[in-house]
């Protein structure tokens, strides 16, 4: 069966720190993969979705980054963290063709 | 781009009532439309979906209807219970991408 794993769980960075995200999927092959943020209280925002090793596209202008090195991981960057970027990030996973996502577990981050 | 709207934003109910969320959409090229349930502190699961093909769909106490022409969908829950208390999502996608809506948080008082 297929699984999803995102990591870290948590994280504290201070403003104008790096930071770097990462998600594997497992039991699957050629995902699209997405990176998602979800503000307090609020929806998923879409940052970043990949069809395939090496294409990101960026939904959102931002000082986040992302990257597919490889068929199943995806990498969610940034340079200098900002307060703004705090939030919960989630990865997920959709097969070709199909419609479900799947979640990672999130990633929760402040910046402070 | 697509944009989504859900509301209510809060949504509070009696075990055994109904519950009833509406979300419009922007694209009509938009043709699946997932709802997702999160619970405090978890990632969003898919709970019941529609295509654009299909008007309504029922799963048990679910059901989701989509008005096309209208650009808009809901989701329906009956005979709510305690445990169907959570933050419930709607989403648009259209060639892999999905929007989604900003959330209801349903609470059901037993």
């Known amino acids: 069966s297929q699984t999803i794993h995102q990591w870290p769980a948590t994280l504290v960075q201070p403003v104008g720190s790096p930071l770097s995200l990462e998600c594997t999927v497992e039991?699957?092959?050629?995902?699209?993969l997405y990176w998602y943020r979800q503000a307090a209280g609020r929806g998923l925002q879409l940052l970043f979705y990949?069809?395939?090793?090496?294409?990101i596209s960026s939904e959102v202008p931002q000082n986040l980054s992302a990257s597919r090195p490889q068929d199943r991981q995806f990498i969610l960057s940034s340079k200098k963290l900002l307060l703004s970027d705090s939030g919960f990030y989630l990865c997920?996973?959709?097969?070709?063709?199909?419609?479900?996502?799947?979640f990672g577990e999130g990633s929760r981050l402040t910046v402070l | 781009g697509e944009n989504v709207e859900q509301h209510p934003s809060t949504l509070s109910v009696q075990e055994g009532d109904s519950a009833v969320i509406k979300c419009t959409y922007s694209?009509?090229?938009?043709?699946?439309f997932p709802w997702y349930k999160q619970e405090l502190g978890k990632r969003p699961q898919l709970i019941i979906d529609?295509?654009?093909?299909?008007g309504e769909k029922k799963d048990q106490r679910i059901a989701v209807t989509l008005n096309k022409t209208a650009k808009h969908f809901s989701l329906h829950i009956t005979e709510t219970q305690p445990e169907d208390s959570a933050v419930y999502f709607c989403?648009?996608?259209?060639?892999?991408?999905?929007?989604f809506g900003d959330g209801t948080t349903l609470t059901v008082k037993p």
């Open positions: 997920a996973w959709r097969g070709r063709g199909a419609g479900e996502l799947f």
């Open positions: 039991g699957t092959s050629n995902p699209n």
């Open positions: 990949s069809v395939g090793i090496g294409q």
């Open positions: 694209d009509s090229a938009s043709n699946y």
């Open positions: 529609i295509r654009s093909n299909v």
């Open positions: 989403a648009a996608s259209n060639a892999g991408k999905s929007t």
